[in-house]
C-alpha cells in the first residue's frame, strides 16, 4: 500500500465510510469477511490499470446493473465475524479503522478463538486433569494402600477432573473453527461440526462416568482417551514458546517418565501376585509404600533403558514382563532418538525464530493474531520453479499430472476430451491468495482467467461490499471478459469484484493461452460461451438489443460472405476459361504462322524456278544484246501472275491486311491484333480470316 493510501486512510480514519474510487479505499465489510482492510488495499492494484489501447476496445459504457444473487450459484457466507469496528495496528499505531456503512449491532456470540488467549489458558489448563487421570489412577489401581489412605482426596480430585473434561466439551462446543483461513463464529456451525466429528466421541468417551457401575480407579481408564487433547495444548504452548526445542525436550521427558511409572505400577502389581519378596527379581516386602515404588520405578527404568542391570527373571510371568519391557524399551529407544532429530531440526526452529522475531515486532492486536494464522505456501513456488527447470515433454507431463485432476474438476471441462485439459495444464500457472486479497477488480480490462484449485472466492455486487456469490473449488471465474459474447455489457472489462474469502489457491490462465487453447478446441469455446452466455442473463448484465443487433449483424455479414464466396468461384471460372481460350489462340497463331512461312518459301522457289526458265529461254532463241529480252517478270510472259508485285486490289488489302514486306524477301506481315486479340497481349496473334492469302505476298524483290 502506497503511502498516500495510508494517508487517505488516516484522514478518513474516524469517517463511517471511506472513500471510493480509483486509487482510492474501498470499503469491504470487514466484519463479515474477517479480512484486514491493509491485505486489501495492498492488493487493490494487482490488475494492470487499462492502457490507451484497451480503452479503444473498452464497451461503450460499464452499467450500473445490480447483478441479482444468481440462482444456480451458492450464495451463502459463513465466517461472519462479530460485527464491531475492525482496526489495523502496527506497532501501537492504529493505521486505519473501519466501520461498515449499515454495521448490524453486534450481539454477544460466545465463541472462542482457538488462536486466542482464553482458549490458549483454557487448554493449559486441561493439561493438569489429563495427567492426574494418566498417572494417578493406575497407582491407585497397583498400590491399594495409596488408595485406602486417601479416599476424600481421590474422590475430590476425581470430582474436580470430571467437571474439567465436561467442562471442556462445552468449550469445543463454543470454539470457532478456521476455514479456508477464516474463522468460523456461527455457533450452529461449529456445535454441528464438533458433534459430527470424531473428537465427539473420544471425548464423551472418555467422560462416561464408568465409576458409577464399577466403584475401582480402573474404571477411569477411559479418562486417558482425552490425551490427545495434551498434544494439542503442548502444540499451542510451542507456538508461544521462547524455545520450543527446550519444550519439546521437556515434553519427551514427561512422556518417558509417565511411561516409567506406569512400567513401575505394572511391575509392581507382578510382584504383588508372585508375593512380595518371593525371589530376587520381584519388589521386596516389608518397606513402607513409597520406598516400593522407588524400588519399581528403578526396576522399571532398568528394564525400558535395556541395560540389563536386572536380577534374572525365572518364572514365565517374570520372564514374560522382562522380555516385553525389553521391547518397549527398544521401541521407547527409537522414538526418542527421532524426537531429539526432530527437535534438533533446523526447519521448525527457524520458523519458530522468525515467528517469534515478528511477534515481538509487531505486538499485541489483530495483526500479530492473522500472522499467527498465516501459513505461507511455499509448495507453489517450488512447483514453478522445478516446473522451469524441466525439459519440455517432461514438464508437459507433469504439468498434466499436477493440474489434470483439478482441471477435469472444472464443470465447463468436464466433457472435454483430454486433449484440451493437457493442453491447458501446461499454460495455467498456480497462484496463492490470502483472505481477502482481490482478485479481480470491476471495471478493469480483463487479461487473466482463474480457477480455484483450493479454497474459495466472493463475487462481490455493485457497491463493492456485498458479496453475491461463493465459488467454491472446481469453479472458474474471470472468463466473461476474455471471450467475446454479443451483448456483454461489460466488454473486455471485469463485471465484478472479486476476493479471495480465505486462503485460496488459483490457477490462473492468460487470455492469450485461453484463446489458443480454444481456436485449437472449438467445442470447449461453445461450452464456455454458453456458459458465459447463461451467467450473463441470469446476472442481467447481458444487453438483449446489443445482442439481437449483434446477431443480425452476424447474419447480414454471413450472408454477405456467401454472396463473396460465389463472385470469388464465378471469377475464378472465367479466369480459367480466359486461360483456356489464350492457350488456344496461341496454338492457331503458331500453327498459321507455320503454314505461311511454308507457303513463301513456295513461292520463293518458285519464282526462282521461272527466272531460271527465263533465262533459258533467252539463251535458246540466241537474240542479239539489242534485242535482248528484257528480263521482265513472268506475268509479262509466261511467269504466273502471282509472282507479280503486287495488284491494286491486292495492295489495298495488304495495307489493311498483312502486306509483304519488299526488303525482306516479301514476308508477309501478321495483322496486329484488334479488339479482344489486343486485349489477350497477343499483337501478332490473328485470327486466320485476317492472315493475308497468297494475294497479299509481293512479289520477287527488285534486283
Ligand atoms: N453472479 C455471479 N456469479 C458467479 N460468477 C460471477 C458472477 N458475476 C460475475 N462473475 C464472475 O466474475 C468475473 C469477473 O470478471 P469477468 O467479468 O471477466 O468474469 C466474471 C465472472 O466469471
Known amino acids: 500500500m502506497g503511502t498516500g493510501c495510508i494517508l487517505r486512510h488516516l484522514r478518513c480514519h474516524r469517517r463511517d465510510r471511506c472513500c471510493q474510487g480509483a486509487g482510492g479505499c474501498v470499503t469491504l465489510p470487514w466484519d463479515e469477511l474477517g479480512v484486514t482492510a491493509g491485505l486489501q488495499h495492498r492488493y487493490r492494484e494487482q490488475e494492470p490499470r487499462p492502457t490507451a489501447r484497451d480503452e479503444q476496445h473498452r464497451a461503450p459504457a460499464v452499467p450500473a446493473v445490480a447483478p441479482a444473487a444468481s440462482p444456480g450459484v451458492s450464495s451463502s457466507w459463513v465466517g461472519a465475524d462479530d460485527g464491531v469496528v475492525k482496526s489495523v495496528t502496527i506497532i501501537g499505531w492504529p493505521l486505519m479503522s473501519f466501520r461498515p456503512p449499515s454495521t448490524p449491532k453486534p450481539h454477544h456470540n460466545w465463541t472462542l478463538d482457538p488462536s486466542g488467549d482464553w482458549y490458549y489458558w483454557w487448554i493449559t489448563v486441561m493439561v493438569l486433569p ?18 485406602d489412605q486417601l479416599p476424600g482426596l481421590w474422590l475430590g480430585l476425581d470430582t474436580l477432573s470430571d467437571v474439567l473434561y465436561l467442562g471442556d466439551i462445552g468449550v469445543r462446543l463454543h470454539t470457532a473453527f478456521p476455514e479456508d483461513g477464516l474463522l468460523v463464529r456461527d455457533r450452529s456451525r461449529i456445535r454441528r461440526r464438533y458433534l459430527w466429528s470424531c473428537s465427539f466421541c473420544w471425548d464423551a468417551a472418555s467422560s462416561a462416568p464408568l465409576e458409577l457401575l464399577w466403584q475401582r480407579p480402573a474404571a477411569r481408564a477411559t479418562r486417558w482417551l482425552r490425551a490427545r487433547r495434551l498434544c494439542e495444548a503442548w502444540q499451542r504452548r510451542e507456538t508461544r514458546a521462547a524455545h520450543p526445542g527446550a519444550l519439546r525436550v521437556a515434553a519427551l521427558l514427561l512422556g518417558a517418565v509417565a511411561a516409567l511409572h506406569g512400567l513401575a505400577c505394572a511391575y509392581y502389581a507382578l510382584s504383588v501376585h508372585l508375593g512380595l519378596g518371593s525371589d530376587a527379581w520381584v519388589c521386596p516386602s516389608g518397606t513402607g509404600t513409597w520406598r516400593r515404588y522407588l524400588h519399581s520405578f528403578y526396576t522399571a527404568t532398568l528394564l525400558l533403558a535395556t541395560v540389563g542391570d536386572t536380577p534374572t527373571p525365572h518364572r514365565v510371568p517374570e520372564l514374560l514382563f522382562a522380555t516385553f519391557s525389553f521391547l518397549l524399551g527398544v521401541m521407547a529407544f527409537a522414538t526418542i532418538t527421532g524426537s531429539i532429530g ?28 492473522r500472522l499467527q494464522r498465516w501459513q505461507p505456501e511455499p509448495a507453489l513456488a517450488a512447483q514453478q520453479s522445478t516446473l522451469r527447470a524441466l525439459p519440455p515433454v517432461l514438464r508437459e507431463e507433469l504439468a498434466a499430472a499436477a493440474h489434470l485432476q483439478a482441471l477435469s474438476r472444472v464443470g465447463v471441462f468436464q466433457a472435454c476430451e483430454r486433449g484440451v485439459l493437457r493442453r491447458l495444464g501446461l499454460c495455467l500457472r498456480p497462484q496463492a491468495y490470502g483472505p481477502g486479497q482481490p482478485v479481480c477488480r470491476r471495471g478493469h480490462v480483463g487479461r487473466h482467467m482463474f480457477f480455484i484449485r483450493s479454497g474459495r472466492v466472493a463475487v462481490l455486487g455493485n457497491d463493492g461490499t456485498t458479496p453475491v456469490a461463493v465459488l467454491g473449488q472446481g469453479r472458474y471465474f474471470g472468463e466473461l471478459s476474455l471471450i467475446h459474447i454479443p451483448g456483454n455489457r461489460f466488454g473486455n472489462r471485469r463485471s465484478a469484484d472479486i476476493v479471495s474469502v480465505g486462503h485460496s489457491e488459483l490457477f490462473v490462465l492468460s487470455k492469450q493461452d485461453l484463446l489458443q487453447v480454444l481456436a485449437e478446441f472449438p467445442g470447449a469455446r461453445a461450452a464456455l460461451e454458453a456458459e458465459g452466455r447463461r451467467l450473463l442473463q441470469l446476472t442481467g448484465l447481458m444487453d438483449t438489443k446489443a445482442e439481437a443487433a449483434a446477431a443480425a449483424a452476424a447474419l447480414r455479414a454471413q450472408g454477405l460472405e456467401e454472396a463473396l464466396a460465389q463472385l470469388r468461384l464465378r471469377v475464378a471460372a472465367l479466369v480459367a476459361q480466359l486461360e483456356a481460350t489464350e492457350g488456344h489462340l496461341r496454338l492457331r497463331v503458331q500453327r498459321l504462322e ?22 533459258q529461254w533467252g539463251q535458246a532463241k540466241g537474240q542479239s544484246p539489242g534485242a535482248a529480252p528484257r528480263a521482265q517478270g513472268p506475268a509479262g510472259a509466261q511467269g504466273t501472275p502471282r509472282a507479280q508485285g503486287p495488284s491494286r486490289a491486292a495492295r489495298a488489302q495488304g495495307t489493311a491486311g498483312a502486306q509483304g514486306h519488299p526488303g525482306t524477301g516479301g514476308h508477309p506481315k501478321v495483322q496486329g491484333p484488334s479488339g479482344a486479340g489486343r486485349a489477350l497481349g497477343y499483337p501478332r496473334a490473328q485470327g486466320p480470316s485476317r492472315v493475308q492469302g497468297p494475294s497479299g505476298v509481293q512479289g520477287p524483290p527488285r534486283s
Open 130 to 147: 489429563i495427567l492426574y487421570n494418566c498417572i494417578v489412577p493406575i497407582c491407585r489401581l497397583c498400590f491399594p494402600e495409596v488408595q
Open 594 to 615: 507455320q503454314r505461311l512461312e511454308q507457303r513463301q518459301q513456295q513461292r520463293q522457289q518458285q519464282r526462282r524456278d521461272a527466272v531460271a526458265r527465263g533465262a
Open 342 to 369: 526432530a527437535v534438533a531440526g533446523a526447519t521448525r526452529g527457524a520458523w519458530h525464530r522468525d515467528a517469534a522475531a515478528a511477534r515481538r515486532l509487531l505486538g499485541p492486536g489483530e495483526l500479530r493474531r
